[in-house]
């Protein structure tokens, strides 16, 4: 899988063994940083990654700052972006399975680095799918070009 990876200063430190398990499975990886512990502004950081993930350069994105919480606000306004922010691994699955999710966002100052990796890799792993879901998606497509 093609993987946009994206982090602030708060997830810098997730970001790098994220990084490093996602090439070790296989994946191709870009980072779009950062790339230090320097601070910076997620929001900049986390556009780039759902852009790429919007515009198909990538298939997937994985963001991570601080809680999750700022880096999944910003993608979620870019228009084929279904971000989800989870820190246990059903709703990982539920995200894709029923949202189909295109970015994952984690907290690294909410979860541990063996939780952030197994959630991850049940989110890499589960399928979307489609059937009742498909339309609810469609939906949430349809909203994304009310405001084009
Ligand atoms: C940075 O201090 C922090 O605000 C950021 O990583 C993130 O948690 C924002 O939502």
Redesign the pocket.
């Given at each position: 899988m093609s993987i946009a990876l994206g982090s602030?200063?708060?997830?810098y430190l997730l970001k790098e063994v994220i990084k490093e398990w996602l090439k070790k499975k296989g994946h191709i990886v870009e980072d779009f940083g950062t790339h230090s512990l320097e601070?910076c502004d997620?929001p900049n950081i986390a556009y780039e990654v759902a852009k790429s993930v919007a515009d198909g350069r990538h298939s997937r994105g994985v963001i991570i700052?601080?809680?999750?919480?700022?880096?999944s606000?910003v993608a979620n306004k870019v228009p084929g972006i279904r971000a989800a922010l989870c820190h246990d691994t059903f709703s990982a699955k539920a995200s894709r399975e029923h949202n189909d999710a295109n970015i994952l966002t984690m907290?690294?100052?909410v979860i541990g680095r063996g939780l952030a990796l197994e959630i991850l890799e049940a989110w890499l792993s589960v399928d979307f799918a489609g059937g009742r879901h498909e339309r609810r998606v469609d939906i949430i497509n349809s909203i994304d070009k009310d405001f084009k």
């Amino acid at each position: 899988m093609s993987i946009a990876l994206g982090s602030d200063h708060g997830g810098y430190l997730l970001k790098e063994v994220i990084k490093e398990w996602l090439k070790k499975k296989g994946h191709i990886v870009e980072d779009f940083g950062t790339h230090s512990l320097e601070t910076c502004d997620y929001p900049n950081i986390a556009y780039e990654v759902a852009k790429s993930v919007a515009d198909g350069r990538h298939s997937r994105g994985v963001i991570i700052c601080g809680t999750g919480i700022g880096v999944s606000i910003v993608a979620n306004k870019v228009p084929g972006i279904r971000a989800a922010l989870c820190h246990d691994t059903f709703s990982a699955k539920a995200s894709r399975e029923h949202n189909d999710a295109n970015i994952l966002t984690m907290g690294e100052r909410v979860i541990g680095r063996g939780l952030a990796l197994e959630i991850l890799e049940a989110w890499l792993s589960v399928d979307f799918a489609g059937g009742r879901h498909e339309r609810r998606v469609d939906i949430i497509n349809s909203i994304d070009k009310d405001f084009k």
